[in-house]
């Protein structure tokens, strides 16, 4: 019969996952996964400037009608289009700077793991290990 997670959750209510049989703690618990889980929650918040394009996208095919069917100025047309090509720009530079964050974060724990294990190979030589 497999465990229950012995952690709780955010609201306060015990987890009803089944545990790791060495740990008592369920995947989503075990601090031996945060890398993991925190990996995937950035990743998650990427599907956001997915839809705002999407939306953005269907605004300016409107937008193209609306002037076809000469329903809307040109002019204002124009400006609305610049708009929301200059919105376009800004998520993409946003999604730029966040990978380029990631990808520093993700270097610098590279970095940090090749030095430790640097560190610990030079103490094993020390010691005559």
């Not at 497999?2 to 618990?29: Q, V, Y």
Request: proline share 3%.
């Amino acid at each position: 019969m497999r465990r229950i997670c012995a952690s709780t959750k955010r609201d306060g209510s015990p987890c009803t996952l089944p545990s790791n049989e060495s740990s008592g703690l369920c995947w989503a618990h075990d601090p031996k996964n945060a890398e993991r889980r925190r990996r995937g929650q950035s990743r998650g918040g990427r599907n956001k400037p997915s839809r705002e394009l999407q939306a953005i996208k269907q605004r300016l095919s409107d937008l193209a009608d609306d002037v076809l069917a000469g329903s809307v100025d040109r002019g204002n047309a124009v400006v609305v289009g610049q708009l929301l090509n200059t919105t376009i720009r800004a998520i993409s530079v946003g999604l730029r700077a966040r990978e380029m964050e990631e990808l520093t974060g993700r270097l610098e724990a590279l970095e940090e793991s090749d030095r430790v294990a640097r560190d610990s190979e030079s103490t094993r030589r020390s010691w005559g290990a």
